[in-house]
């Protein structure tokens, strides 16, 4: 084992030897003889060399010693010194050797020489020397060595932290600490494997991997002028279902007629078309189910002409089994002369002014006797033109003459003329009457007949023929018998 002196011991006796050597040398100094130094050096003070007994380079006098005896005497005293001080250190390093003990150990790292051995370096059998150690950071990993520097041993491990990532290994060397605890990653926001790009989880340490807890439904993004799926390059309503979709506008209607699209963020109908109105037609062309069929058809409800003989809307349009169908179930009104359209046809009073009767067939008014009291009555009404069958008896066997008067009655408004054909439609002409005017006026004709045979009976054919007027009057026929009208000779002759 080595025993060291005090440092402090050291110092004290260099200090007194170097005293004791400046005591000795101003001594010499004093005697103005040459002094012996350390080292073979001599110092002399010679005080009578100086001229006029005065000290040289200023000094002061009265045999003071000048400055450069004084830089002599101090420059002598630093010699001393040193050469004291290795004297000394000399006899220091042999009384330590001759007392130096070696440790079992070796030369453990305390700045001493514990193995007495000079040669080997401080710290050289210490057992720390070389052992793995954690340095002064916050993991707990062992990644340095024990060095022995100015006789302390110092952990060598290079600065610096070993954080605990994510990765199932203990990388701060402290079961204390979770997996990924020092992991930047962790924590953070993060987008799992969806369709959009939204942050919408956070990063989680799973089985020594990072796990991002994003919901995996995708966001979809609908119109609404946010980027629901984080994705700028996506139109807006990109995913909406809407967008698309068949819609019905702003129209009376509830027909999908148009596509929804996305506008300024809002969903918009593309139906421009028309309010469709529901015909009768047995569609529901309206797309409601709540309007009958027709409901918003124009011809509902307006006059009609049904399935008879005039022009008349005596009915209404309604709507049956899906089409259009006239309720009119009058008869068929048949014009007469009453200055009214009666068949509405848009002539009024038509057929009752030129309608061009003819004479065969005509219908058979009657019989009147034409030489015997009485002799009868024929009458007959209308408003247009007409022929009749009249038949005019023999009730004496021929010795007397057959007389009949036929007279017209034309109402104000209408003019009719009278003609009169004896036996057939193509016989002479007994008599015509053509009184004009437009007011109720009378048309005569006179018939007389004598054959001198046994039976003087015969036919006559009447015309009744419009002259003129624009409206329809009726007219009355009549033909009464045995009268005869003065002034009418026979005209009817065989």
């Not at 004084?70 to 009384?95: N, Y």
Request: glycine residues 12%.
């Amino acid at each position: 084992m080595r025993v060291d002196r005090p440092r402090t011991t050291v110092k004290l006796l260099r200090v007194v030897f170097g005293a004791l050597l400046l005591s000795v040398a101003a001594c010499q100094f004093d005697s103005l003889g040459p002094a012996p130094l350390h080292d073979g050096a001599v110092l002399y003070w010679d005080a009578a060399a100086e001229p006029d007994g005065a000290a040289s380079d200023g000094a002061a006098s009265d045999g003071a010693r000048g400055p450069d005896a004084s830089e002599s005497v101090a420059d002598a005293a630093e010699s001393v010194a040193d050469a004291s001080e290795s004297v000394v250190d000399a006899q220091l390093d042999a009384d330590v050797d001759a007392a130096c003990v070696p440790e079992p150990i070796g030369d453990r790292c305390d700045g001493l020489d514990d193995d007495c051995d000079p040669a080997t370096a401080d710290g050289a059998g210490d057992p720390l020397l070389g052992v793995a150690c954690d340095g002064v950071d916050l993991d707990l990993c062992a990644e340095g060595a024990w060095v022995c520097m100015a006789g302390e041993l110092v952990c060598d491990e290079a600065p610096g932290d070993d954080p605990e990532l994510c990765n199932g290994i203990d990388d701060d060397c402290d079961p204390t600490t979770g997996d990924g605890a020092d992991d930047g990653l962790i924590g953070l926001a993060c987008d799992g494997p969806d369709d959009d790009l939204c942050l919408g989880g956070v990063w989680h340490c799973a089985g020594g991997a990072p796990l991002c807890d994003d919901d995996p439904a995708s966001a979809v993004d609908l119109c609404n002028s946010s980027d629901d799926d984080c994705d700028p390059a996506s139109a807006d309503g990109a995913d909406d279902p809407l967008v698309g979709a068949r819609c019905d506008g702003p129209d009376s209607d509830r027909c999908p007629e148009g596509e929804q699209t996305c506008e300024s963020g809002l969903l918009t109908c593309s139906d421009f078309t028309g309010g469709a109105v529901d015909e009768c037609n047995g569609v529901d062309d309206d797309c409601d189910p709540a309007t009958a069929d027709g409901a918003g058809d124009v011809l509902l409800g307006a006059s009609c002409d049904g399935l008879d003989g005039d022009l008349c809307t005596e009915g209404v349009t309604v709507c049956l089994l899906g089409a259009p169908a006239c309720g009119d179930v009058t008869d068929t009104s048949v014009e007469s002369c009453n200055a009214i359209d009666d068949d509405c046809d848009g002539m009024t009073d038509d057929g009752f002014h030129n309608t061009d009767p003819v004479c065969e067939g005509a219908p058979l008014l009657g019989t009147v006797v034409g030489n015997a009291a009485p002799g009868g009555l024929l009458t007959a009404t209308a408003g247009s033109e007409a022929f009749y069958l009249v038949r005019i008896t023999d009730s004496s066997g021929g010795t007397n003459r057959l007389h009949a008067t036929i007279t017209l009655l034309s109402g104000a408004g209408a003019d009719y003329d009278l003609h009169v054909r004896c036996l057939t439609c193509t016989g002479a002409l007994a008599s015509s009457s053509t009184v004009r005017g437009p007011a109720s006026h009378t048309d005569t004709v006179g018939i007389r007949r004598d054959t001198g045979g046994s039976d003087d009976s015969f036919d006559v054919r009447i015309e009744v023929r419009h002259q003129s007027g624009a409206s329809c009057a009726p007219w009355t026929l009549v033909v009464t018998g045995n009268v005869a009208i003065s002034g009418i000779g026979e005209n009817c002759p065989n």
